[in-house]
Structures are given as structure tokens and as C-alpha cells.
């Protein structure tokens, strides 16, 4: 299925899904996987998740599936931008390749473990799904609210500002060169090359929030000690 811009607001990633349903996303993929919970698939292989068939499923169930996200209120990051869904098809399709080379670039020069690299990549995939899913519907802003959370988390788990900073920036080169390979014509490009500028902006922002919630826990530990 293609990227309809018109029915994508309503179809979330896993991470946005799992956000709603309050469970954490391999719990969220191990349930799809098992046929328990309602989705479908991109082109890309990507699981999505209708908002409205969620709901249903989850009142069957005697609970309730918010609008939005309650701890993430929309109008307080807007991120809104022209829908390019031929973008949105174009990284779908080349997600695994993104999060490859992506995983490539950060990991140069720094040798991982086969099993850190794994869980780089499968990092890196969630971000390029989540990003052509707001490109499809031209709202980027739980893709900001994602970026600034998992840089905050870093920065206030004290986690050197090479690596979430060296990931959004393997993620934007991987992303634009698939892209760029895949002939979209110049506003579609543009418009990703903003997403991204956007999204690398906040991660640093979040990073920075992190550290200063780091800093005030300790000052706070210290005048308390």
C-alpha cells in the first residue's frame, strides 16, 4: 500500500502505537507478530497501526485508546510540513538500506559488538519508518517529540553527545542520499533536508535538557547530602 496522505494521520508507527497503548514497543512488535493486535504493512515491510481499529480493539478489551498522546500535547510541538508522500514512499521502500548505512557511519571507528550494532540498526530502521510516516501526513511532530525524549534520555543518562549526535547525523546523511538516489524532484528534496535539519536541531536540544536535569539531580543530591 502506498503512502494515501488523506488516511496516514490515522495510521501510527510502532512507536507512536505503542506510546498510546502504554506498552513498550518489542512488547507491541512481539504482539503483532503473534497476530494478537489489528495492523498492516507499508511497502516497506513496516507495521502500522489504524487508530481508530486500535481503539476498537482496545474498548473490546476495557480500556481506552486516547486521541493523543496525553503526556505529549500536540499544539506544544508543532512540526507541521507540506506532505510529500513520494518522499515518504521513496525512504519506505529504502529503509533497511538507510539504517545500514546509517549503522555503518556511526560505527566506524568505533568497533561494536554484533550485538550493540544490532540494536543500533533496529534504532536507526524505527527512525526512517518514523520519519516517512510523517512526511506522508506532513506532521513531524511526534518524530520531534521522539528525537528530543531519546536525546534528553541520553543527556541525562550522562551518555557522551557523540553518539546521539553522531546518530542523527549518520541517520540525515543515509536518508538523504536514498533520497537523492530515488529522482525526487527538488521540493521533495528540499523538504526532507528540512525534516531532517529540524529533527537534528531538537535532538541537540533535547540532549542539552538532558544534561541540565543532570546537573540540577546532583546539585540537588549534593545540598541534600
Known sequence: MAHPAARDTDL???SAAARLLGVSVSSLRAWAAAGRVPHERTPGGHRRFDRAILREWMEARGARVPDHDPSHP???VPGRITPRPRAAAAIDRAAPRIAD????LVADGHPRSRRMS???????LEQADALAHSLATGDLAPCIREAEWRAFRDGAADVPASRPMGEARALARAVERAVASAGLDGDDQATCREALDRLTAHAAAGLA???RSRRSERNGQRHAA
Open 101 to 104: 548505512e546509517a549503522t555503518a
Open 74 to 76: 500536540v499544539h506544544l
Open 12 to 14: 501510527l508507527p510502532v
Open 118 to 124: 544490532t540494536t543500533l540498526r533496529a534504532r536507526l
Open 209 to 211: 535538557a538532558g544534561r
